[in-house]
Every structure is written in C-alpha cells, then in structure tokens.
C-alpha cells in the first residue's frame, strides 16, 4: 500500500463510519480494487485508523463525554458493548474470512438498503424517546445486541445500532446520536484487539509489529488518523442534517445501488 491508497482508505473510513452503508464493505471494496486487500498490514490499517474516527465522536461530543456527573451515561454505553464484546471475541476468525468474500458483502449491502427504505414504517411510535435519560439499561443492551448484528461485513455496524435504536422507541436523531456513542467503546475495543493482541495470519506479526515496521509504516498510520478524524467530523455534521430532512431512504437507494454495482463488478471481473 502506497501513501495515495493510504488516504482514499482513511477518507472512506471518515466518510462511511458512522453512515448507515457500512465502512468496512466500503474499505474492502477499495482495498480489493487495488489489489491490496490480503496485505497484513492493510488489514491492521483499515481497522486501525478507526481510532481517527472515534476522536471525531469524542470531539464533537465532549461536553457529554466528560461529563463525569452523569454515570448512568458511561453504564449504558458499557452494557451496550458487551455483546460486541463477548460475539466478536468467540466469532473472530468466522469475521475474517467472510471479510474476504466481497460477493456475499455485496449481497447484505443491497438487503441492508431494503431494509432502510421501510425502517420508519417498520418502527413507528407514537411517543418516541427524544432524550438519552429516557434510554433504560435493558433499551441499551438489546440496542447493544442489534449491534451485533454488524459482525457479519456489509450490514453496517451504525446501521444495526440505529435500526435497533428505532426498534426501542427512539427517534431517529437520539437513534442516530446513541449509535455514535456506542461506537465509542466498540471501535476502541476492536482497535486496541487488532493492534496489541491479534497475530496476523500472513506475517505472525502483531499490529503494533506491523505499524512499526518502517517510518512509512507508521507515518501512514498517522496521516490515515488524522484523514479520518477530520472526514468523520463531517460526516456526522452532515448526516444529523440529512436524516432530520429526509430520514433513511437516501441511504437505502445508495446502498442498493452500490451493492448492485459492486456485485456485477466482482462477479465480472474477479
């Protein structure tokens, strides 16, 4: 991987994160165009510079994230994570090889799409949750649990959390800004999980050996970093407006027609 691929990944990153159209397909797709997808260290980078991503949530929200008064908030996003936590331990290596199969990713963004175009007619409520506060313990694990449902590449890890947000009676904004918050804890345990604990396969290198490597190594780590920090921060801004004016089905028409281009790119050409 070059510093040019470099950025186009960490720009998908920022960009795709926190929208309902699934990143990690989006990255996958990158990467297997240029032909880079079963490098060890473009692996480690395309989970990696989600740490950029997460500053952008911490950023935009610090007032919440630090404020330690409020300890309720930090207990809901814990039992929120524990699902992510306990699945994706136990399920890791079935993770990684359906993330070599993008015909199947192809496949679930296309049905992911669908769903999103009936999401508000599937979960309507008439007195919907509009605050955080009104979010209980058990709201915040079964959120945690539709979150799960993102292990499997393409579905959209923000997409699971929003659809199960909406699913327990919140609207779509709180559904969208809850999901936020959870990613916090996610991207940060998947992180730290790909950079210190995990040996990759190809090298029997951990990450933090692969991100060390060469200065160019670690240099891309940085760029890629701070090229997420600065797209997601946008990103969010954007989608917040987007989903206030004209809710999910935008997302849900572009994940349709992605997937369909994506599916007929590979099966032609791979």
Same mark, same amino acid.
């Given at each position: 991987?070059? %510093?040019?691929?470099?950025?186009?990944?960490?720009?998908?990153?920022?960009?795709?994160?926190? &929208?309902?159209?699934?990143?990690?397909?989006?990255?996958?797709?990158?990467?297997?165009?240029? /032909?880079?997808?079963? #490098?060890?260290?473009?692996?480690?980078?395309?989970?990696? +510079?989600?740490?950029?991503?997460? @500053?952008?949530?911490?950023?935009?929200?610090?007032?919440?994230?630090?404020?330690?008064?409020? +300890?309720?908030?930090? @207990?809901? &996003?814990?039992?929120?994570?524990?699902?992510?936590?306990?699945?994706?331990?136990? %399920?890791? #290596?079935?993770?990684?090889?359906?993330?070599?199969?993008?015909?199947?990713?192809?496949?679930?963004? +296309?049905?992911?799409?669908?769903?999103?175009?009936?999401? *508000?007619?599937?979960?309507?409520?008439?007195?919907?949750?509009?605050?955080? !506060?009104?979010?209980?313990?058990?709201?915040?694990?079964?959120?945690?649990?539709?979150?799960?449902?993102? $292990?499997?590449?393409?579905?959209?890890?923000?997409?699971?959390?929003?659809?199960? /947000?909406?699913?327990?009676?919140?609207?779509? *904004?709180?559904?969208?800004?809850?999901?936020?918050?959870?990613?916090?804890?996610?991207?940060?345990?998947?992180?730290?999980?790909?950079?210190?604990?995990?040996?990759?396969?190809?090298?029997?290198?951990?990450?933090?050996? @692969? @991100?060390? !490597?060469?200065?160019?190594?670690?240099? $891309? %780590?940085? +760029?890629?970093?701070?090229?997420?920090?600065?797209?997601?921060?946008?990103?969010?801004?954007?989608?917040? /407006?987007?989903?206030?004016?004209?809710?999910?089905?935008?997302?849900?028409?572009?994940?349709?027609?992605? /997937?369909? &281009?994506?599916?007929?790119?590979?099966?032609?050409?791979?």
């Amino acid at each position: 991987m070059d %510093f040019f691929q470099a950025v186009i990944l960490a720009i998908i990153e920022g960009l795709t994160e926190y &929208l309902p159209i699934s990143s990690t397909a989006h990255m996958i797709f990158a990467s297997s165009y240029y /032909g880079i997808q079963e #490098d060890d260290y473009v692996k480690l980078f395309q989970v990696s +510079i989600q740490f950029g991503a997460i @500053l952008a949530v911490v950023a935009l929200y610090w007032k919440k994230f630090f404020d330690f008064t409020r +300890i309720n908030f930090y @207990l809901k &996003l814990a039992m929120a994570v524990i699902p992510a936590l306990v699945l994706g331990l136990l %399920f890791n #290596d079935l993770i990684e090889e359906a993330l070599e199969q993008p015909i199947p990713i192809a496949i679930v963004l +296309i049905v992911g799409g669908v769903i999103l175009l009936f999401i *508000e007619n599937l979960f309507k409520n008439p007195q919907p949750i509009t605050t955080e !506060e009104q979010i209980t313990n058990k709201k915040a694990i079964t959120i945690g649990l539709w979150q799960c449902l993102a $292990m499997m590449p393409g579905t959209s890890r923000s997409a699971a959390s929003i659809i199960g /947000g909406m699913q327990q009676g919140l609207t779509r *904004e709180n559904a969208a800004e809850f999901s936020f918050f959870l990613a916090v804890p996610t991207m940060a345990a998947a992180t730290i999980y790909s950079v210190f604990i995990k040996t990759y396969e190809n090298t029997g290198k951990k990450g933090y050996e @692969l @991100l060390t !490597e060469s200065s160019d190594t670690l240099t $891309m %780590f940085f +760029i890629g970093n701070v090229v997420a920090f600065i797209v997601a921060i946008i990103a969010i801004k954007g989608f917040i /407006g987007l989903i206030k004016k004209y809710g999910f089905k935008p997302w849900g028409w572009y994940r349709i027609i992605a /997937g369909a &281009l994506l599916l007929a790119y590979f099966i032609t050409y791979k």
